[in-house]
């Protein structure tokens, strides 16, 4: 059951900043975002993660909305290195372990 | 350098063969997962271990078996019962609980002919 609604795919502009949407209205109260992305055929690699507060790192900044009910990840100035698939989750699931489930994420394409 | 390591890369086996894929970790982390992923799909959740010498079914488990002797390992056998085994295979590893992040190795793609 997708617990996040993220769009399929999106384009930037190398050099500009991407801005990469996440719906999660179901989200609990003990249940934080993380973001992860995929480069083709290599394991995910963590981003970042928040629960309630904005978060920023060396990698990207999260924004979380005040009701908790969406995000977004920045990727300040994004490269040709960053086009990849960037997945929004909540969790992490208790009844699994932690573990973290993953959807379809979108699919970010940075063009020159 | 510290990290967590699937190994091998490709792998090839014919069908009705099992085969086990390796999955270290020198993270000292609790928490070890096994995911697989089809192609423009996400990852589904095939077992996990919270601590040594036990592990429990994930969402599709059937098929394959792991075993969890040691910490830094997490071996996962597909067995000639997995009817659909090729794919694309990942480990993880965390503290295990809320507010931490796991840490993938870079998979091993199987095929199966």
């Known amino acids: 059951d997708a617990k996040t609604t993220q769009p399929p795919s999106m384009d930037c502009a190398e050099g500009r900043a991407a801005n990469l949407p996440c719906n999660h209205s179901?989200?609990?109260?003990?249940?934080?975002v993380y973001w992860y992305r995929q480069i083709h055929s290599q394991g995910p690699q963590y981003i970042i993660h928040g629960l309630k507060n904005n978060e920023t790192n060396e990698m990207a900044s999260l924004i979380i909305t005040e009701d908790r009910k969406s995000s977004t990840l920045i990727l300040p100035h994004a490269t040709l290195r960053d086009t990849a698939v960037y997945y929004c989750?909540?969790?992490?699931?208790?009844?699994?372990?932690?573990?973290?489930?993953f959807g379809k994420g979108t699919s970010l394409l940075v063009t020159p | 350098d510290g990290g967590i390591t699937q190994s091998p890369k490709y792998l090839f086996r014919k069908e009705g063969q099992n085969v086990t894929l390796s999955c270290e970790q020198n993270?000292?982390?609790?928490?070890m997962y096994w995911y697989r992923q089809d192609p423009g799909q996400g990852l589904r959740l095939i077992y996990y271990?919270?601590?040594?010498?036990?592990?429990q079914k994930g969402d599709i488990a059937e098929g394959y078996s792991v075993s969890r002797e040691k910490k830094e390992s997490f071996p996962l056998t597909v067995t000639s019962a997995q009817k659909n085994p090729t794919a694309f295979y990942l480990c993880?590893?965390?503290?295990?609980?809320?507010?931490?992040?796991?840490?993938f190795g870079q998979g091993t793609r199987l095929t199966v002919v």
């Open positions: 271990s919270q601590i040594v010498n036990d592990f």
């Open positions: 993270l000292n982390h609790d928490a």
């Open positions: 989750i909540v969790g992490p699931n208790s009844n699994s372990g932690y573990a973290l489930n």
């Open positions: 179901t989200i609990s109260g003990n249940e934080y």
């Open positions: 993880a590893s965390s503290f295990g609980g809320v507010n931490t992040e796991a840490f």
